[in-house]
């Protein structure tokens, strides 16, 4: 089965400021996915990022980026320039190709700060 | 409009009771997914169904049941509810190149 380890249960940065979230996870597919979800106050489930395990490049949308480490099985989002929008709980996802089956870490709080 | 809704939003029953939460979906997925999210333990898979003769058991389908009514509708029953299944529940439902899941809003349920 597949685990998604997030290890850091809580964050903080200052406005303006980078700041890293942590996932890693086990898996013996070769093909997948894996997903960065923002869930802010109003609960929505919104996607910030994704990756595919084939390709090397790590992806970035705007603020947000990736450090992928496939052998490593480490999947760490970077927020540059935080927002106190950025406020959310971040949860980092997996997805196998076969079945499109999805497990979820238990989620980090970020708080930015003003 | 959303592209999955969820009703109700919220509700609170009292335990015992046989209680439903519906999922509709505009996004033309055959895919669907229901998960319950409880603090320090992320989201978890209660049931899938791939399309409408489709349906699978997830990581935790003890207590629930599913019907796929059509391909928009994904509903979750819970046939007798007890306090432990108190969570915020989640539907879901995936595109066709299995690439990004859209979800509802969340029901909170809670069982007292």
Not at chain 1, 6 to 26: K, W
Not at chain 2, 28 to 36: F, K
Not at chain 2, 80 to 100: G, H, K, M, V
Request: aromatic letters at 12%; proline letters at 4%; hydrophobic letters at 30%.
């Amino acid at each position: 089965a597949q685990t998604v380890t997030q290890s850091q249960p809580e964050m903080s940065v200052q406005e303006a400021e980078t700041v890293t979230l942590s996932c890693t996870y086990d898996t013996s597919e070769s093909n997948y996915y894996l997903f960065w979800y923002k869930q802010p106050p109003s609960r929505q489930m919104i996607l910030v990022i994704r990756q595919e395990a084939y390709k090397q490049q790590n992806a970035t949308e705007n603020r947000f980026s990736v450090n992928f480490q496939k052998a490593a099985k480490s999947f760490s989002l970077k927020i540059s320039d935080s927002q106190l929008g950025d406020t959310a709980m971040y949860f980092c996802a997996f997805m196998k190709l076969r079945n499109n089956d999805m497990r979820f870490g238990a989620g980090t709080r970020l708080t930015v700060k003003p | 409009d959303a592209d999955v809704t969820q009703t109700p939003r919220n509700r609170i029953t009292k335990t015992g009771k046989r209680i439903m939460l519906e999922c509709s979906q505009t996004k033309g997925h055959d895919r669907m997914y229901w998960y319950r999210q409880d603090p320090g333990l992320g989201l978890r898979l209660i049931y899938y169904s791939f399309d409408v003769k489709d349906i699978n058991k997830g990581e935790i389908s003890d207590g629930y049941s599913v019907s796929r009514q059509a391909q928009a509708k994904f509903s979750l029953s819970l046939e007798s509810a007890i306090p432990n299944q108190t969570a915020l529940y989640f539907c879901a439902t995936s595109d066709p190149n299995d690439t990004e899941a859209f979800f509802g809003q969340g029901t909170r349920l809670t069982v007292v």
